[in-house]
């Protein structure tokens, strides 16, 4: 499954709009709720072309340091959805591509998306 787009979201609605419109649009795209759960045979197996991670960001560093540290995925580009702005410093550590607000649409998903790939 070479370059698959990974997307983490605890909100299932979010998390199927986003997979289903990469679907759409001919990505393979795989969503999960959590990196801990639900996809640890894949990250060990297969790398993301990109990952999209959706929620709080509080929420997401601890999805952010599994794949740092377990994965070793720190080079693969990972966007965020989020309702909060992020710091510069936050998005420096984490190694963040871009984020969007979580009033997204397709349009903005799909302009994130192409941005990275």
Request: aromatic share 8%.
């Amino acid at each position: 499954m070479r370059g698959f787009i990974l997307v983490i979201s605890r909100n299932s609605n979010l998390r199927r709009f986003c997979v289903d419109n990469l679907v759409i649009r001919g990505y393979v795209a795989v969503g999960v709720a959590s990196i801990e759960n639900e996809c640890q045979v894949l990250l060990h197996n297969e790398e993301p072309q990109l990952i999209l991670m959706c929620g709080e960001l509080v929420q997401l560093e601890p999805e952010l340091t599994t794949l740092h540290n377990q994965y070793k995925l720190e080079a693969i580009p990972v966007g965020i959805i989020t309702v909060q702005k992020p710091e510069r410093e936050w998005v420096n550590h984490w190694n963040i591509a871009g984020y969007i607000a979580y009033r997204i649409d397709t349009q903005r998903l799909m302009a994130m998306v192409h941005a990275w790939l």
